[in-house]
């Protein structure tokens, strides 16, 4: 029998080949509504189809597992992700839980080890008192140690005096001599913080593709670029598609190109090929650090509007480069004045190499957070993806959270989820991991409870912006990826349910239903208060993670 992390139905020829026949499930799929069993051959989808037609066909060739009731659909891909970054929030010290600057503190006193202490996830809007720690209590905290703890978006942090000097940070924009370091200073600490040996950066990597494995991600988007590691931390993530048993990892560089000719140099200089120069590339910061560019006053801090990092000359520049190239940019976008930058860019880019050049190198933003209907409609002219992250909105949107704390009345159109859709703008999702965890049935179920009930979409629509929108995306050159139809790749993900159903956003009908009438595909109930449990992930016929109850 195919033990846990062997090959799920890798392609062999003649009497070696490998078949696995899954029955007695629920199969999502479009060439079947109602299908309840799978044959996987090699590394491809080769059957779908009801029971009664499996048991006709299965034979002793075949590696049969028996679903027990349990759901397989394609695999989840996260549009945006950071390998080294998740890897260090698994393994470093959590701090998602405290509560105070007090606690923080003590989180530190107690870690263990030598070295850099690096944390992650403090968020200071769900403390009692906001007040972070001053630069002399982390100093006794950490007993002289250096250290670097990255707020919960990682646009800002708190850092050590001996991590400081050894950064440099003293001279450096956003170093106001606290603890708190934000803009340039938090770029130079962060990529301090981050200078450790190949075989750490490896084993940190690899502990990030094993926690999406095990929820079920058949690709994530890996978002690197300057301010947040070199090519070598680049070129280690690309190299995990090599073996195959790992999530297959789709690579962008977000570094500036001012000319075609600029572009080329910067991709052959990467060690690597990348999808395109996207991504993190910024044009301004986040909200929780007030570095989000907008154009009012953030609504708790009178006289701040945000850092705006590139110019509209800048990033047209940028977009004509690579729309000549064909290749893809992106930026990263959330407030108001910066999405009103890349949008004049586009116009400025457009002018020069013409619209349907612009539309026909897709494009894309990551998070776009603060858009209102016309700018949506002109992300909808050029074709532009937009990349967003359901979490932020289930973290941060409901009433007093950190969305009404920075932006007030604004609040209420952030992530404009159904907007998008309605105007036709191609939208995928994602975690941003760390910011938010590799839980994609919460990111769905997010999608389903958005804080404004009118941005609310079908678990349908989410579905599909969390899978095969992936693909679309980052541009794939197979168009079958994220489908379950003969022929297709075969990536998908097994689930322990409760119940399957249809459900939709709209309070105006049914929102839960279990009518084979309406012949869609069924999926999870969210509003069971947990998560399905992950069985099985398969990318392409090779198993990647396997519960030990599978095959029981």
């Given at each position: 029998m195919n033990q846990p992390g062997a090959p799920a139905?890798?392609?062999?020829?003649?009497?070696?080949?490998?078949?696995?026949?899954?029955?007695?499930?629920?199969?999502?799929?479009?060439?079947?509504?109602f299908a309840t069993a799978m044959v996987v051959d090699g590394d491809t989808v080769a059957w779908v189809g009801s029971e009664q037609a499996a048991t006709s066909i299965a034979d002793s060739s075949m590696e049969i597992i028996d679903l027990r009731g349990a759901l397989l659909a394609p695999g989840f891909v996260d549009s945006h992700a950071h390998l080294t970054e998740t890897g260090l929030a698994l393994s470093g010290l959590d701090l998602g839980g405290v509560r105070s600057a007090r606690e923080l503190l003590d989180a530190v006193a107690g870690a263990g080890g030598s070295g850099t202490i690096i944390g992650h996830g403090w968020d200071e809007t769900a403390w009692n008192d906001p007040s972070l720690p001053t630069l002399d209590e982390l100093d006794r905290a950490s007993g002289g140690r250096q250290v670097y703890l990255s707020r919960i978006d990682v646009h800002s942090a708190l850092v050590s005096s001996s991590l400081a000097a050894a950064a440099g940070?003293?001279?450096?924009?956003?170093f106001g001599?606290?603890?708190?370091?934000?803009?340039?200073?938090?770029?130079?600490?962060r990529l301090a913080a981050r200078r450790f040996?190949?075989?750490?950066?490896?084993?940190?990597?690899?502990r990030a593709l094993k926690e999406a494995a095990s929820n079920g991600y058949v690709a994530m988007a890996e978002m690197s670029a300057p301010h947040i590691c070199g090519p070598e931390d680049l070129q280690l993530s690309a190299s995990w598609n090599e073996d195959g048993?790992?999530?297959e990892i789709l690579p962008y560089w977000g570094e500036l190109a001012s000319s075609a000719e600029h572009a080329e140099s910067i991709l052959a200089g990467l060690g690597t090929k990348v999808l395109g120069l996207a991504g993190d590339l910024n044009v301004d910061g986040s909200l929780g650090s007030r570095t989000a560019?907008?154009?009012?006053?953030?609504?708790?801090?009178?006289?701040?509007?945000?850092?705006?990092?590139?110019?509209?000359?800048?990033?047209?520049?940028?977009l004509v480069a690579t729309s000549q190239l064909g290749i893809q940019a992106g930026f990263h976008v959330i407030g108001d004045a910066g999405l009103a930058a890349v949008l004049e860019a586009l116009d400025v880019a457009a002018a020069e190499v013409g619209e349907q050049r612009i539309r026909a190198a897709g494009h894309r933003l990551e998070h776009v957070e603060l858009a209102d209907q016309s700018a949506i409609d002109k992300l909808a002219k050029y074709s532009m993806t937009v990349s967003v992250q359901p979490g932020f909105d289930a973290a941060w949107g409901a009433t007093g959270g950190l969305?009404?704390?920075?932006?007030?009345?604004?609040?209420?159109?952030?992530?404009?989820?159904?907007?998008?859709?309605?105007?036709?703008?191609?939208?995928?999702?994602?975690?941003?991991?760390?910011?938010?965890?590799?839980?994609?049935?919460?990111?769905?179920?997010a999608c389903l409870e958005h804080s404004n009930p009118d941005q609310r979409i079908s678990a349908r629509a989410a579905f599909l912006g969390h899978t095969r929108a992936g693909w679309r995306a980052a541009k794939?050159?197979?168009?079958?990826?994220?489908?379950l139809v003969p022929g297709a790749p075969a990536s998908f993900a097994v689930w322990e349910v409760e119940e399957l159903m249809v459900q939709v956003a709209d309070s105006r009908v049914q929102s839960w239903s279990t009518d084979p009438r309406a012949r869609t595909p069924l999926l999870p109930a969210l509003d069971t208060g947990s998560d399905p449990r992950c069985l099985q992930t398969v990318r392409e016929g090779r198993e990647l993670f396997a519960h030990e109850s599978l095959r029981v």
């Open positions: 139905g890798q392609h062999h020829t003649g009497a070696d080949r490998k078949v696995t026949m899954y029955r007695n499930g629920s199969i999502y799929t479009a060439a079947d509504p940070l003293r001279n450096l924009d956003g001599g606290d603890a708190r370091v934000i803009r340039g200073a938090h770029t130079a600490a040996p190949e075989a750490q950066r490896r084993a940190l990597q690899e048993i790992s999530p560019a907008l154009l009012e006053d953030y609504s708790d801090a009178p006289g701040n509007r945000g850092s705006l990092y590139l110019s509209v000359d800048e990033a047209a520049r940028h969305y009404e704390q920075r932006l007030g009345g604004r609040s209420k159109a952030m992530n404009p989820f159904a907007s998008f859709y309605a105007s036709g703008v191609p939208i995928a999702f994602g975690s941003d991991s760390p910011v938010t965890p590799l839980r994609p049935w919460s990111s769905v179920r794939h050159r197979n168009p079958l990826m994220g489908q």
